[in-house]
């Protein structure tokens, strides 16, 4: 079953920092880039970043660069985001995505709450 | 990078068709044929209606269209149905090899 699985919820301090996961599963992982989106409590949704697992290139919007890593592990077909810093903004339900041009495939959510 | 510009809202009776546009700029949607359409129900993920500007992926119902002209994007649906009401969002591939989505436009059958 072609999926992206992701981690569980978090809740965070201002100025930590939160790392959430993305597994995907059957389909080849590094055949296809993958996007990490956010979408505020009824806001829009928001791009951060694309990495392209075969290789490692990676892409960041210019509003996180600094404050973002995503980093991929083949051996786990599993992508990674870490945003650093925290502050109440950041709360959000964090998207991984699969695709190029366009997102195809998305995984369920992980909500991130910040709050002291 | 600046989002694209979307309606905040739009309606229409069951049957009728309605258009959502998106405006962008030539470094994204007017630069590339690379936009794309999502529509999201509340508490769930998005899904992808549109790709490459009017390209349907398979199982979207072909109710749905796309096509642009210059630097704005439209998305059409006809013969709206009640399940179609959700917010949409366009999305494009820009200069920077960075992605930009719209604001989002709420959809209200009415």
């Known amino acids: 079953q072609v999926q992206l699985v992701q981690s569980g919820a978090e809740v965070k301090k201002p100025g930590a920092s939160v790392k959430v996961s993305c597994k995907a599963s059957?389909?080849?992982?590094?055949?296809?880039?993958m996007h990490w989106v956010r979408q505020a409590p009824g806001q829009g949704l928001e791009w951060i970043a694309i990495?392209?697992?075969?290789?490692?290139?990676?892409n960041y919007a210019q509003k996180f660069r600094g404050r973002v890593t995503v980093t991929g592990d083949t051996s786990t077909s599993t992508v990674y985001m870490e945003l650093s810093s925290l502050t109440s903004e950041d709360t959000a339900v964090y998207y991984c995505?699969?695709?190029?041009?366009?997102?195809?495939?998305w995984g369920r959510g992980t909500l991130v709450t910040v709050s002291s | 990078q600046s989002a694209l510009t979307q309606p905040a809202s739009v309606s229409g009776s069951p049957g009728q068709s309605i258009t959502i546009s998106c405006a962008g700029t030539?470094?994204?949607?007017?630069?590339?044929?690379?936009v794309s359409w999502y529509q999201q129900h509340p508490g769930k993920a998005p899904k992808l209606m549109i790709y490459?500007?009017?390209n349907r992926p398979s199982g979207v119902s072909n109710r749905f269209s796309g096509s642009k002209s210059g630097n704005t994007a439209s998305l059409t649906i006809s013969g709206l149905q009640a399940e179609d009401e959700a917010d949409y969002y366009c999305?494009?591939?820009?200069?920077?090899?960075?992605?930009?989505f719209g604001g989002g436009t709420k959809l209200t059958v009415l």
């Open positions: 990495i392209n697992p075969s290789g490692g290139s990676i």
């Open positions: 995505a699969r695709g190029a041009r366009y997102f195809d495939l």
């Open positions: 490459d500007v009017n």
């Open positions: 999305a494009s591939y820009t200069t920077s090899s960075t992605r930009v």
């Open positions: 059957g389909y080849t992982f590094t055949s296809y880039h």
């Open positions: 030539s470094s994204d949607v007017g630069g590339y044929n690379y």
